[in-house]
């Protein structure tokens, strides 16, 4: 099995997973604040990365610090933070879909401050029009209500995640094992996510967490969404590239509504499927566009 291979599967299990997490979180939002689920989530992952690898990373250049810090400050500490306090203003599936719209950040972001070979034409930007499906997304039902702080915060929470990519895949050129930098991301969002434990009162209900229904959540989303994922997916930015990995995002719409009808039976209208079919249909023609643009260099590098 060739690296890209490996590099497709790890990013698919990831998605798998990660299209599923919207959902214990929104059962664990019940008892729990988003900040209480996000440092449980993590601390228990980062424990079972130092189990499981316990070797300490030693960088070869200071420099490349705050390279992890930032990414621990966007990938772990402010994308979900935005993420569960969207979760807790709209639905598990309108979060699910907006944020989908990350791989459009990333293709950008990488364009601008990475010098892609990408060009960004008007066929681009048109595909992105098509996802003003986003906007029908909002309108949950018949009377057409907006949750314009949910569905903004999820917004934001993409833009982070694309910067949290970019990131990772600048991390993934310094040569380092995939756990052991992980392992340095984690560590450093946990350290940024200090502040907010004072910020959104974090309480520290032993009772709460060993709940069985609470604590099978919790190590789904610390072992298995956590744990695992991150590790998977940034092997997944080392070997195929960050916006090429980002392509399996738009996963996450389908495997989030589809949960979100059956364990939390949330009403899916027709506006809703609507706005999710327009919102896939963008990224996947802004997706195209940047693809087929990018074979026309390599045939021409070729000949």
Known sequence: MN???RGHIAALITILIWGTTFISTKLLLVDFTPIEILFFRFLLGLLVLIIVYPKRLK????????????AGLCGICLYYLLENI????????????????????????????M????????????????????????FNDSKLELNPIGD???????????????????????????????????T????????FLFVFDFNLDIQKVVKPEYALNLIYLGIGASALCFVTWNYAVKMLGAVKTSVYIYMVPVITVATSVIVLREKITWVSAI?????????????????????GKENEYRK
């Open 3 to 5: 690296k890209t291979t």
């Open 59 to 70: 960088l070869k250049d200071r420099k490349q610090e705050l390279t992890f810090a930032a």
């Open 86 to 113: 969207a979760l807790t203003y709209t639905m598990a599936s309108n979060v699910g879909v907006i944020i989908s719209i990350a791989p459009f950040f990333t293709a950008v972001l990488s364009h601008i401050f």
């Open 115 to 138: 010098k892609t070979e990408e060009k960004l034409k008007i066929q681009f930007f048109i595909g992105f029009a098509a996802m003003a499906g986003i906007c029908l997304i909002s």
């Open 152 to 186: 903004i915060l999820a917004v934001a929470a993409a833009l982070i995640w694309s910067l949290y990519s970019l990131l990772t895949r600048k991390i993934s050129s310094y040569g380092y094992n995939t756990v052991q930098t992980t392992r340095r991301i984690f």
């Open 188 to 195: 450093y969002g946990i350290v940024f996510m200090l502040p």
């Open 275 to 295: 706005g999710t079919i327009l919102t896939l249909i963008g990224l996947f023609l802004s997706e195209s566009r940047l693809k087929i643009k990018k074979r």
